[in-house]
């Protein structure tokens, strides 16, 4: 009797909520679905790739890391749970304003935003940027392979030094020793300007070429560079 009291209440229940019997029998032998297993599961693989990044990934990095995992969810799946559980991405910096420029009266701007190469070592793009440390203020110059988007040279000193773009592009011939001329773009920096800069090109078979005038999109793969290192490696040291 008590059987038949509970069935008939809880067709009724169903009635009045406008519940599919079928679907409220499921629940009860099963109260958390499929999706939501499925969902826990990812919110670990998502912990996973997120501390092996250092606590810097975003939805967009973490959804190729679990793609070349395997695994089949995209963005649109990864941000809501990234965001109901709090999982955030280090801060990046304000984009910078675009800005026509002036061209070059120095070296002509070669590159074009042709960022896209066949082959390594024809294209090198280099660039001086500061960084914050625990003893103070270090200047670092890079040399980037469009190729393999590969740092191929660096040099890092405590000052500005005149050195500084040279030292990163010797380092760069030192290592990948091209046979062929090879095209350096940079920016219109006073160490990109001076005499000692295009002697040394001219001297080591490199042809230069230059940004326009306060136009940091000519060069958008070293600015890239330095923004995703003190984003991922160092900022989040050192605030």
Known sequence: MNEHRREFSLVLMCRVLKVARAGFYQWLHQPISERAK???RLVEVIRHSYSASGGVYGANRISGDLREAGETCGRNRIAPLMQINKIKAVRGYKAPQRIAGRPSIIAPNCLNREFTVDAPDQVWV????YIRTWQGWLY???VVDLFARKV???SMKPT???????DALLMALW????KKPVLVHSDQGSQYGS????RF??????????????NCWDNAVAESFFSSLKKERIRKRIC
């Open 38 to 40: 499925e969902d826990a």
């Open 126 to 129: 280099t660039d001086i940027t």
């Open 140 to 142: 670092l110059a890079v």
């Open 152 to 154: 191929v040279g660096w």
């Open 160 to 166: 500005l030094s005149r050195e500084l773009g040279i």
């Open 175 to 178: 290592r990948r020793k091209p």
């Open 195 to 198: 005499d000692d800069w295009g």
């Open 201 to 214: 090109c001219k001297a080591n078979n490199l042809e230069p070429s230059m940004s326009r005038r306060g």
